[in-house]
């Protein structure tokens, strides 16, 4: 299994950013998820689609961020809306907490 997260970058308060994980050696999105770490603290859940396809949310990211995939094209999603700056993280796609991907950078910042 390979991961390749894109699409973090510099975004005003309220603005919004998708995420993208594209995967290889996967039959599905199902046990992944979205992780992120902030400058100084660990690293912590976000979002993550569970073995039985349903969705679970980190409190802070409720209502706010929306996690889905695609089977077909193997790939994870993470939808960020109305980003505040304690949003600022580097995030990463995981497998079953597993395999991890690089990594990208969320900056929401005025």
Not at 46 to 67: M, P, Q
Request: with cysteine; hydrophobic share 35%; charged share 15%.
């Amino acid at each position: 299994v390979q991961l390749q997260a894109s699409g973090g970058g510099l975004v005003q308060p309220g603005g919004s950013l998708r995420l993208s994980c594209a995967a290889s050696g996967i039959f599905s999105v199902n046990g992944m998820g979205w992780y992120r770490q902030a400058p100084g603290k660990e690293r912590e859940l976000v979002a993550r689609i569970t073995g039985y396809g349903t969705t679970a949310y980190a409190d802070s990211v409720k209502g706010r961020f929306t996690i889905s995939g695609d089977n077909a094209e193997s790939t994870l999603y993470l939808q960020m809306n109305n980003l505040k700056p304690e949003d600022t993280a580097v995030y990463y796609c995981a497998h079953w907490g597993r395999v991890w991907g690089q990594g990208t950078q969320v900056t929401v910042s005025s």
